[in-house]
């Protein structure tokens, strides 16, 4: 773990956080700066920068950990749903893998994703990038 890494020092218990769950391979704390109040990040306690990062064997585990909290947000907020959110890079405040689960309620004032969004050119715009994706995956497969 980078010891600068501010949630590598919050995995390893060198710097203070709101824990809410904790297990052997995740951490869970409360956001220091939330949409709305119970808004958690959820780590691995292992450092990774990204999603893709993480390794494969790792994906069950950390997910299952996602649907818990998901649902804990939920009941224990009374809350409507959830919101969950990975920013790879882009957005990432602190290099370190970490999922945003976000208390939701009917008319919160949050609407759809916190960016604009279009609309693609036509019909073939969409399928060259379909058809760009595609390619990748199969490329990443092997």
Aim: glycine share 6%; charged share 20%; hydrophobic share 40%.
């Amino acid at each position: 773990m980078p010891a600068q890494c501010l949630f590598c020092q919050i995995a390893d218990h060198t710097r203070s956080a709101s824990i809410v769950m904790e297990d052997d391979r995740v951490s869970a704390f409360l956001d220091h700066r939330p949409l709305f109040p119970g808004h958690c990040l959820l780590i691995p306690k292992s450092h990774v920068d990204t999603l893709g990062d993480l390794p494969t064997g790792d994906l069950g585990p950390f997910l299952a950990a996602v649907q818990l909290l998901a649902r804990a947000v939920e009941t224990g907020l009374s809350a409507d749903g959830s919101f969950v959110a990975i920013n790879n890079r882009v957005s990432q405040s602190v290099p370190h893998l970490h999922v945003h689960i976000v208390p939701r309620r009917i008319k919160d004032g949050l609407r759809g994703f916190f960016w604009p969004r279009g609309k693609y050119t036509d019909t073939v715009e969409m399928e060259n990038v379909r058809a760009k994706l595609a390619e990748a995956v199969e490329q990443l497969k092997i």
